[in-house]
């Protein structure tokens, strides 16, 4: 395998992994979209697809409503960070041990009794607040309980993404697309909050999101796939400990890991605080709070979308680096404007820069791993990007509390900034790292 630098390696695996689908003569608009977004082309990655976006809408309906609910109680933006910082500290124990439940079980029977779990407790969650028996600490706790189950769930969904293709040479689009579900969502989920916390309250909202779970475990009851079988250890502390030996000897992996981990807790965490800003600065309700989240999902999608359809296109120098650097001077910008205008032109810079960003690192990291160690990777990648982002929101949560929301924004995006420019000026070597490991590893 080629071997010139960590970007261009990975493109050249990704080209001769992702060749173009002709799907046909038709010249209709269909027949163009499809051509263009080769991971429709499976069956079973289609009926996924319609029901992870239909169960993440639901999702995304429990985050605005969330959000707005403990700032009702709390009127604290430590409160509204805690909650946060509830929902992904279970990941910082239990990815790992996630990860070797993922390759060691059915990945699909795995996510169907995750769906499952996160369906009781939005119900739990709907039924206190409609009662007006939730309290703040209900809140926390039931976000605590669905971060566990997360701590499981997201490792095998993504993992699950190889098998669910028919082609290999799919999986760079299903990769990217799988994205698409979360942000495609997030345009969609909270304008219709908005609209449904306006017309039945909040605790509807979160009853409305119990239910979407359905359509992903009938989707997955329709799936037929051959699963990836690894080869089982009887001790699991030794499968973490050669997960986390082959992750952080890997060059490429070990640098994306690293990098998903800091933009995770000092770029990510600036979405902790949307509630806040949404009543604080720009004296905006529920609803308006739906449309900010709606901004930066719209430029998330555009980009999960040019990744999907032309990741073999376009160098992944372009998302990974230059995506971080645009990523922090667009929440730098947000973090000084006044004007509500500006602030969904920011947003959407934030969200396209962002979320191309992580796709491509997702995308990355999936075709460099050995699909024996694809679940203990895929939960070290969740442990980095969801486990540490309570550091990030217990960080931001208490520096808005004593200097306000701008200056904890502006911190963040300050040092994202500075780490992107030291990830470009370690490009070379990485390279060099990643040259060894190859000769070492044929």
């Given at each position: 395998?080629?071997?010139?630098n960590?970007i261009?390696?990975?493109?050249?695996?990704?080209?001769?992994?992702?060749t173009?689908i002709?799907?046909?003569?038709?010249?209709?608009?269909?027949?163009?979209?499809?051509?263009?977004?080769?991971a429709?082309?499976?069956?079973?990655?289609?009926?996924?697809?319609?029901?992870?976006?239909v169960?993440?809408?639901?999702?995304?309906?429990?985050?605005?409503?969330?959000?707005w609910?403990?700032?009702?109680?709390?009127?604290?933006?430590?409160?509204?960070?805690?909650?946060a910082?509830?929902?992904?500290?279970?990941s910082?124990?239990?990815?790992?041990i996630?990860?070797?439940?993922?390759?060691?079980?059915?990945?699909k029977?795995?996510?169907?009794?995750?769906?499952?779990?996160?369906?009781?407790?939005?119900?739990?969650?709907?039924?206190?607040?409609?009662?007006?028996?939730?309290t703040?600490?209900?809140?926390?706790?039931?976000?605590?309980?669905?971060?566990?189950?997360q701590?499981?769930?997201?490792?095998a969904r993504?993992?699950?993404?190889?098998?669910?293709?028919?082609?290999?040479?799919?999986?760079?689009?299903?990769?990217?697309l799988?994205?698409?579900?979360?942000?495609?969502?997030r345009?969609i989920?909270?304008?219709i909050?908005?609209?449904?916390?306006?017309?039945?309250g909040?605790?509807?909202?979160?009853?409305?999101?119990?239910?979407?779970?359905?359509?992903?475990?009938?989707?997955?009851?329709?799936?037929?796939?051959?699963?990836?079988?690894?080869?089982i250890?009887?001790?699991?502390?030794?499968?973490i400990?050669?997960?986390?030996k082959?992750a952080f000897?890997?060059?490429?992996?070990?640098?994306?890991?690293i990098?998903s981990?800091?933009?995770?807790v000092?770029?990510?965490?600036?979405?902790?605080?949307?509630?806040v800003?949404?009543?604080?600065?720009?004296?905006?309700?529920?609803?308006?709070?739906?449309?900010l989240?709606?901004?930066?999902?719209?430029?998330a999608l555009?980009?999960?979308?040019i990744?999907?359809?032309?990741?073999?296109?376009?160098?992944?120098?372009?998302f990974i680096?230059?995506?971080?650097i645009?990523?922090?001077?667009g929440?730098?910008?947000?973090?000084?404007?006044?004007?509500?205008?500006?602030?969904?032109?920011?947003l959407?810079?934030?969200?396209?820069?962002?979320?191309?960003?992580?796709?491509?690192?997702?995308?990355?990291?999936?075709?460099?791993?050995?699909?024996?160690?694809r679940?203990?990777?895929?939960?070290?990648?969740?442990?980095?990007?969801?486990?540490?982002?309570?550091?990030?929101?217990?960080?931001?949560?208490?520096?808005a509390?004593?200097?306000?929301t701008?200056?904890?924004?502006?911190?963040?995006?300050?040092?994202?900034?500075?780490?992107?420019?030291?990830?470009?000026?370690?490009?070379?070597?990485?390279?060099?790292?990643?040259?060894?490991?190859n000769?070492?590893n044929?």
């Open positions: 395998m080629s071997q010139q960590i261009n390696e990975e493109d050249e695996y990704i080209v001769s992994e992702s173009e002709n799907i046909g003569e038709s010249v209709g608009w269909t027949s163009k979209i499809l051509s263009s977004i080769p429709f082309k499976s069956k079973n990655y289609t009926l996924y697809f319609i029901g992870q976006f169960s993440m809408i639901g999702t995304w309906l429990q985050v605005v409503a969330e959000g609910l403990i700032f009702q109680l709390s009127h604290s933006a430590f409160y509204v960070g805690l909650s910082a509830a929902s992904t500290l279970p910082l124990f239990l990815s790992l996630g990860g070797v439940i993922v390759d060691r079980f059915s990945k029977k795995i996510i169907i009794i995750t769906q499952a779990c996160s369906m009781v407790l939005a119900f739990i969650l709907g039924i206190l607040t409609i009662t007006n028996s939730i703040v600490w209900h809140i926390i706790i039931l976000a605590f309980l669905l971060g566990v189950v701590a499981i769930d997201i490792p993504h993992a699950y993404i190889s098998e669910l293709v028919d082609d290999k040479a799919l999986l760079t689009s299903a990769i990217a799988n994205s698409t579900i979360y942000n495609g969502a345009v989920g909270p304008t909050a908005g609209i449904l916390i306006g017309l039945f909040l605790g509807m909202a979160f009853i409305f999101n119990s239910i979407s779970y359905i359509a992903v475990i009938i989707a997955l009851a329709y799936i037929n796939t051959r699963p990836i079988v690894p080869k250890h009887s001790s699991p502390i030794k499968a400990r050669e997960g986390l082959y000897s890997h060059p490429i992996i070990k640098s994306l890991l990098s981990a800091f933009i995770s000092f770029g990510w965490s600036y979405s902790t605080l949307m509630p800003i949404a009543k604080d600065v720009f004296n905006l309700d529920a609803a308006g709070l739906g449309f989240y709606a901004a930066t999902g719209l430029g555009l980009a999960t979308i990744i999907s359809a032309y990741s073999h296109k376009i160098n992944a120098y372009i680096v230059g995506g971080n645009i990523f922090a001077l929440l730098l910008l947000f973090s000084f404007t006044t004007s509500l205008l500006f602030a969904y032109i920011f959407f810079i934030i969200g396209f820069s962002l979320v191309g960003m992580f796709a491509m690192i997702n995308t990355t990291i999936q075709h460099a791993v050995n699909d024996q160690m679940g203990r990777v895929m939960s070290i990648y969740s442990l980095f990007f969801m486990g540490f982002a309570p550091l990030g929101n217990f960080e931001i949560g208490y520096v509390d004593k200097f306000g701008e200056i904890a924004i502006r911190i963040g995006a300050i040092i994202v900034l500075i780490f992107g420019i030291y990830f470009y000026n370690n490009l070379s070597k990485i390279n060099k790292d990643q040259e060894v490991w000769k070492a044929i």
